[in-house]
């Protein structure tokens, strides 16, 4: 019964300069959209963390999703491409862990683009509501939990480089 | 860490919060998050009475930080900032939940109040783990380099100079002018170009505050924002300026002809030469290139015709080293190279000239004295070809760029053949006229419509030598006609490229160019004065093609910004920004690479420079051992943060959802 109403949660990490003044449009302008996205305001897309993703999936997040500037207009010059070559990394290592790679979405949306934002955030919830709720476990779920002290900094060591 | 004790602030924003969100539940919610102290709830916290509210609470509750429930942080957070300042807390230690562009806004119901709650939360844990910071300060020098002596950087010399700064002017060439010196009219008022230019140049030359470098360049740049040590190589001219007396005897006696670059090879100069008449520095240089040699036994005879006994050809290289606070480059720009352009025979046929060549022969300080006459045999030209975007807007072959400014110095150039030679008749080939500009597009028409000069549309297949004919075949794309002029003249509108050398002095100064080679700005929309390495700003063509009101417009901006700079008592930056854990640290050097700015040193651990360090966080991201830390944005801190938002809640919390 709560598995049927389930509402997807989505723990958004926006870059100030683009994707969170994004979503601040999206709000002047009034363009609505589903609040099952709980943003998290950060200076660049680059400084997202990997374990941060795993931690938003253990904590109840169903999906997590990450707004940076579009190419070339990365407010720090390259943090958007770094965080492209992490999180498509970072992908990899959750599908051997069991985990869809849809559940981790690198997207970019501008300060003008208001329309966008709330666009991306609709779809996304539809895209993750379809995957069905995370069930907080990486495929191996409490072995992997009782290491789970670890994974992030496993998985930062195997995909930060980038 | 002292124990927390948080206080929120929700705002209501009149109806804009309150008519969705039930503030008083996120209020009383607010109270029961584990190291808040105190909440309460209000019409406008950015009010007078609502910051007043906040100052009191602060004093009265003690509080260690606070949260304002309200707006986005790009509104109102430095207005909190201060109002907590006042009340003696650190500005670093005040969060915003955003509670209405990201949710009031954009979201109905009971739903509303419940995203509401996360984002208070989310930010609270943030507030929870913040430490007070004080903004690094430094000292700095406060004098400005600036490099290149065209109208840009002679414009950001004179703003910085009238500013009280001192000034290094530091220009490769004998001469400051630049570009701007060769011009003949100006573009759409008419304006002689060295007339407007040159009081500008004498004025740099007599200013107290500047001093001009000549015949320098910038050799190497340590150091970084505020205090920079700079290395200038001033070569030697062989001629001692103070002996001068600019008599010009020493010209005269020279037996060498090379080609003069300043009237762009129309005519050539001896070795011992002054560029033009009204050079600033006022000084004759001798050309290390021509020179038959600097033994006196070869060849003595500039310094045997000098009765001022200036010339000594001992004079070695200077190399000064300067400390300076800010670099304005203004180094221009340059015309894409003769040979590049087969198709249009440039470089071949001699009467193909390019459009820097056709202002020195419409100049009546020019070799010709103003008069159009085609290089082959000096004959005026009867009927004159200008082809315009030769060489930009075209990706496939050459630059994808729009040069900027030939649609508007062809038009001019029409006119004032068409004014010179009344019989003859001007052709222009256009992809299209851009003509964005006070008066620009109204030149254009009158150009087109006064002065009878002829435009077609479309692009030049082919130009070759018949006889003495230039012969042009090209397409009229409006009438679908094809076109074949059989002119005396042929005039290139060629694309512009960055100064020779930039990449190399972007390399010293720690900056970036695009693809093409233009200085690349911080931000293209909201920061185009600044060089992404902090204190180096921008002017002119050296950024990108533009014309002389937007190059003496950013020399002014740019001079704006470094005056900001060496006016500060004392620089300072943002403390939010990279740490390094030493005992962390394994100075495996990943970091360094990550950053844009250089601002990481990797020797016996990682050392960031507090002062270049933007606070990006990449760093953070990439650092395998945990030592890499983002002041105010802990991995500790986003943990706590994470679990806040994704709590689940009961159903009371939720409110009905």
Known sequence: ?162 | MAQPRIGVFVCHCGRNIAGTVDVEALTEEAARIPGVVFSTHYDYMCSDPGQEMVSRAVRENRLNGIVVAACSPGMHEETFRHAAQSAGLNPYLVEMANIREQCSWVHRGPAATDKAGRILATVVEKAKGNLPLEPAKMGHSDKCLVIGGGVAGIQAALDVANSGYEVLLVERSPSIGGRMAQLSETFPTLDCSQCILTPKMVEADRHPNIRILSNSEVEEVSGFVGNWNVRIRKHATFVDQEKCNLCGDCVEACPVRVSNEFEEGLTDRAGIYIPFPQAVPSSYTLDLNACLGLAPLRCSECAEACEAGAINYDMQDELLEEEVGAIVVATGYELLPKESMGEYGYGEIPDVISGLEFERMASASGPTVGEIRRPSDDKVPKEVVFIQCSGSRDPELYKPYCSKVCCMYTAKHALLYQHSVPDGQAYVFYIDIRAGGKGYEEFVQRVMEEDRVLYLRGKVAKVFQDGDKVMVWGTDTLTGQRVEVAADLVVLAQAITPSAGIVELARKLRVSVDEHGFLKEAHPKLRPLEALAAGVFLAGAAQGPKDIPDSVSQGSGAAAKAVRLLSAPELVHSPEVAEVAEDLCAACGICAPQCPYEAITVEDTAEVNEMLCEGCGTCVAACPSGAMNLRNLADPQVMAMLRAALKEREEAEIAGG
Not at chain 1, 8 to 35: E, M, Q, S
Not at chain 1, 50 to 56: D, K, L, R, Y
Not at chain 1, 85 to 94: C, F, G, I, N, W
Not at chain 1, 119 to 141: I, K, S, T
């Open chain 1, 1 to 162: 019964m709560a598995e049927q109403k389930h509402e997807p949660k989505i723990a958004a990490f926006l870059c100030r300069w683009c994707a969170y003044a994004g979503a601040d449009l999206a709000g002047t302008n009034r363009v609505a959209y589903p609040p099952n996205m709980i943003p998290i305001r950060v200076p660049c897309s680059g400084r997202v963390e990997p374990s941060w993703v795993i931690e938003a999936l253990r904590s109840g997040a169903d999906a997590v999703l990450i707004g940076g500037c579009h190419p070339g207009d990365c407010h720090y010059v390259s943090g958007n491409y770094k965080a492209r070559r992490r999180m498509s990394l970072l992908q990899k290592v959750l599908k051997e862990l069991g985990v869809e790679p849809a559940r981790l979405k690198l997207t970019w949306v501008s300060a003008s683009e208001g329309m966008r934002f709330a666009q991306v955030v609709r779809d996304y919830v539809e895209e993750v509501r379809a995957l069905g709720p995370y069930h907080g476990e990486f495929g191996v779920p409490r072995e992997l939990h009782e290491v789970e002290e670890n994974v992030g900094q496993l998985v930062r060591q195997a995909v930060s480089h980038g």
